[in-house]
C-alpha cells in the first residue's frame, strides 16, 4: 500500500510561484513512476506532469509547458512540482499519483494508469 500526501498548495497572485511536494510512504519510491494531475471545479482531472522512475523521462501538458517543472529526489521520497508565472486559469485542486507498472509515451498522460493517489493540494491563482 502506498500513501501519497501533497503539500504546498496556497493562495498566490497571477505571475507568482509555488512548489508543491508529494512524500509517499511505504518502500521503493524510487520504483515508481510519478504524476501530477489536476482538476478545477466543474472539468474533468487534466493531465499536468509526470516523471519517470530514474528522472530521465519527463512530460508536461501543453498548458504547463515552460512554467511547471516536475523533478524528484529519491533520497528524499519526494517528487516536487515548480510551478511559475502562475495564472488564474491554474486554480485547481492538486494531485500527486503513482504509477505501478512501467509507462511509456502516451500512456503516462491517462490518470487510469496510476495506481495510487494523494488527497490533493488546492492551488488558487488570483487576478
Known amino acids: 500500500q502506498v500513501q501519497l500526501v501533497e503539500s504546498g498548495g496556497g493562495l498566490v497572485q497571477a505571475g507568482g510561484s509555488l512548489r508543491l511536494s508529494c512524500a509517499p510512504s511505504g518502500r521503493s519510491f524510487s520504483s515508481y513512476g510519478m504524476g501530477w494531475f489536476r482538476q478545477a471545479p466543474g472539468k474533468e482531472r487534466e493531465f499536468v506532469a509526470s516523471?519517470?522512475?530514474?528522472?530521465?523521462?519527463?512530460y508536461y501538458g501543453d498548458s504547463v509547458k515552460g512554467r511547471f517543472t516536475i523533478s524528484r529526489d529519491n533520497a528524499k521520497n519526494t517528487v516536487y512540482l515548480q510551478m511559475n508565472s502562475l495564472k488564474p486559469e491554474d486554480t485547481a485542486i492538486y494531485y500527486c499519483?503513482?504509477?505501478?507498472?512501467?509507462?511509456?509515451?502516451?500512456?503516462?498522460?491517462?490518470?487510469?494508469?496510476?495506481?495510487?493517489w494523494g488527497q490533493g493540494t488546492q492551488v488558487t491563482v488570483s487576478s
Open positions: 516523471i519517470s522512475r530514474s528522472g530521465g523521462n519527463i
Open positions: 499519483a503513482a504509477a505501478l507498472v512501467p509507462l511509456y509515451g502516451s500512456t503516462w498522460y491517462a490518470a487510469g494508469n496510476y495506481g495510487y
